[in-house]
């Protein structure tokens, strides 16, 4: 596949007074990599995306009042001290050809907590309560509306006076904009609420505000095509009237999907894999056809194709690649050169990107690490003095150590026991609706084959192989296997490992109880895979809910799924025991015991212990070496791939 093939994809477009050079956009999202104004981080992640030929880079949220303080590491637009931040980052990004924008915020009941931990005070429209956030708003005075207003303008023309090429309102996904337009949410009944008429008036003050601060740069909108929440949120119908009427006020419309308020729609701020590529592209296509304006579509797009199939059909103008940029910053580039075989394409694990941000630290990717580490590993550092280097192990780990270590120059041979790489990703991609993950092995197999590093499959590396070959380093990734401890009664009972049965090498019967200790993944997948299967599947977790350790949104996605197939579930459950046709837990709250009957088949899922019998023989032999991934510590494969970096920069 070439450049020809896309030939939308890569042709210019004029949004406002701005040249766009491809229709590729990095959208705004919280990168938590500046702690108010724009940080030397941030503007080496942003830059690295202009880099690698992104077309629009739509810097993060701004707040643009004192009440808009959403989370940790929030951008500021509320003082001229921003400005200086803002130049080197509009500087930084153009200097590569790429435009700029920045987006203006205020969350309205979405607000969460203060920097020092304590409950905000949310302003709102109404006081109508969040149910996610268990949030009341207190609602906002006519005083603090016209405040809010005007510290839209006020961050507008920072940034504009920054060098930015314009920005870009943000009334999506139920933030304080789409509050007002909502006839749920705004309940008021002076000159802000009432007839759509006056429930537009926020939106339409505003901009019109923003317009007089920023003269001819640009002026977009972001808001959700449907907020996709019948009890409170906007629907499609709704929306697109909203658009019409403000579309003469705005030179762009990027479009998203869903609601921050309730845990189902808020799933769509940044849907898991769970979620078909590109499905936004309906909810764009309404919005365009409701205006005449160039519309972005975001949600899902992970691969060049699916972005000049959507532009091609007409249904959006530009589509929003923000997670594919992410996982590969040269994605742009390497379309555009043909290389579509060496794009590194998104899986939506959502781990390591809108996970890292729930939890307040800095954005990453699982595949990728180098993404928000743009200062540490941005510029790969060739060695003076080549040597040989031996990795034992082709999952994640060894997969990224000896692709890292070869593009640095060493002379690096990867070992592999199995007759093909991707240790425990193959098993991950066989657990429904984890389909996808399998892509993390095809993307880092190429970049290993790409850097040359020499693979040997069907191989069982031994310490006395090793001293033979004597290489100058040696990293050991030789992963983990099941935690298989004594339960009573196992010999009574038909219990499996939840390995074997995903593998296809264990037999379950119709009645199917899952002790999951780890809370994550294979709990989840296991109790899907066998409920669509037939069987009756009770899922006891040991933790306060199913699927704990996974990122939020797709949590909550996949525990909609179980609900829809009628999986059982229960927390708090520590397995004890077995017999042969029961399963014993004690309640982790109360020692209460509790008891699964009728049970047919108990399948343990409860973690993993290190595969390490070769490197306790090397030291042993007082050899030295590295452990890395999951037979250092059992952990996720976001780990092992930042170790399996971090080692082959060291060697």
């Known amino acids: 596949m070439t450049a020809e093939s896309f030939p939308h994809l890569f042709s210019e477009i004029a949004l406002g007074r701005t040249t766009v050079r491809n229709r590729i956009v990095s959208t705004g999202h919280h990168t938590h990599h500046s702690d108010g104004n724009v940080s030397d981080r941030l503007t080496a992640y942003q830059e690295a995306r202009a880099r690698g030929g992104a077309g629009l880079i739509v810097v993060e949220i701004a707040a643009i009042h004192e009440t808009a303080q959403f989370a940790n590491n929030l951008l500021q637009a509320t003082s001229p001290d921003c400005i200086p931040g803002y130049a080197r980052l509009a500087g930084a990004v153009k200097n590569h050809g790429a435009a700029i924008f920045g987006q203006l915020f205020h969350p309205g009941r979405e607000i969460q907590a203060t920097n020092d931990g304590m409950l905000a ?12 956030f268990h949030i009341m708003p207190r609602a906002m005075s006519d005083a603090m509306i016209h405040e809010v207003i005007d510290g839209y303008a006020r961050g507008a023309g920072y940034l504009v006076e920054a060098g930015l090429d314009g920005v870009e309102f943000v009334a999506s996904q139920g933030y304080l904009p789409a509050q007002f337009l909502n006839p749920r949410l705004n309940l008021r009944e002076d000159a802000w609420g009432g007839s759509f008429e006056n429930r537009l008036r926020f939106v339409t003050d505003s901009l019109t505000a923003i317009r007089a601060a920023i003269g001819d740069a640009t002026l977009g909108m972001r808001i959700s095509g449907d907020e996709l929440e019948p009890a409170q949120g906007l629907t499609a119908d709704e929306i697109a009237a909203i658009c019409t009427e403000l579309s003469p006020q705005l030179d762009y419309i990027s479009v998203v999907a869903g609601m921050s308020s309730s845990l189902g729609a808020s799933v769509h701020i940044a849907a898991p894999m769970g979620v078909p590529a590109g499905y936004i592209a309906p909810y764009a296509r309404r919005i365009k056809e409701a205006t005449t304006l160039p519309v972005i579509a975001t949600g899902r797009v992970n691969q060049p194709q699916i972005a000049e199939a959507v532009i091609a059909s007409g249904d959006a103008d530009l589509c929003g690649m923000t997670r594919a940029m992410i996982c590969d910053p040269q994605m742009p580039s390497k379309a555009l050169a043909g290389r579509t075989d060496d794009i590194r394409a998104c899986i939506a694990c959502n781990q390591a990107c809108i996970g890292h941000s729930h939890k307040g630290v800095p954005i990453s990717c699982i595949q990728y690490p180098e993404s928000g580490r743009e200062l540490e590993y941005g510029n790969l550092q060739p060695v003076v003095e080549p040597r040989s280097v031996l990795v034992v192990g082709a999952g994640p780990a060894g997969l990224k150590a000896a692709a890292v270590a070869a593009a640095r120059g060493h002379h690096v041979t990867l070992f592999e026991q199995a007759g093909q790489v991707g240790g425990q990703a193959l098993l991950a991609q066989k657990v429904a609706g984890r389909e996808e993950f399998g892509g993390i092995v095809q993307n880092l197999l190429r970049e290993a084959e790409q850097a040359g590093v020499v693979l040997r499959t069907g191989v069982a590396v031994d310490a006395g192989m090793i001293e033979e070959q004597a290489p100058d380093a040696i990293l050991l990734a030789t992963g983990s296997r099941p935690y298989l401890p004594s339960i009573d009664g196992m010999e009574e009972g038909h219990v499996v490992d939840a390995w074997d049965v995903i593998g296809g090498r264990a037999n379950v019967g119709a009645s ?71 399963a014993y837990f004690q309640d982790t709250l109360t020692d209460e015991a509790v008891i699964a009957e009728e ?28 452990r890395i991934g999951d037979c250092l510590a059992p952990r996720t494969a976001e780990e092992a791939v930042l170790e399996g970096l971090k080692a082959a920069w060291e060697i």
């Not at 704990?548 to 797709?554: A, G, P, R």
């Not at 049970?599 to 590295?626: C, M």
């Open 121 to 132: 005070v949310a302003y709102a429209p109404s006081p109508v309560p969040n149910e996610r």
């Open 512 to 582: 199917v109880v899952i002790a999951d200790w780890r809370c994550d993944w294979i709990g989840i997948g296991l109790a899907e895979m066998l409920a669509a299967a037939g069987s009756r599947v009770r899922l006891m977790v040991n933790g306060a809910m199913v699927g704990e350790s996974l990122q939020l949104y797709v949590r909550n996605h996949y525990l909609g799924r179980l609900h829809r197939l009628g999986v059982e579930t229960k927390t708090h459950a520590r397995l004890f025991g077995v017999d042969g046709d029961s």
């Open 599 to 626: 049970v047919d088949t108990v399948v343990l899922s409860l973690g993993q212990v290190p595969h390490d019998d070769l490197g306790a023989e090397l030291e042993r032999r007082a050899i030295a070496f590295t």
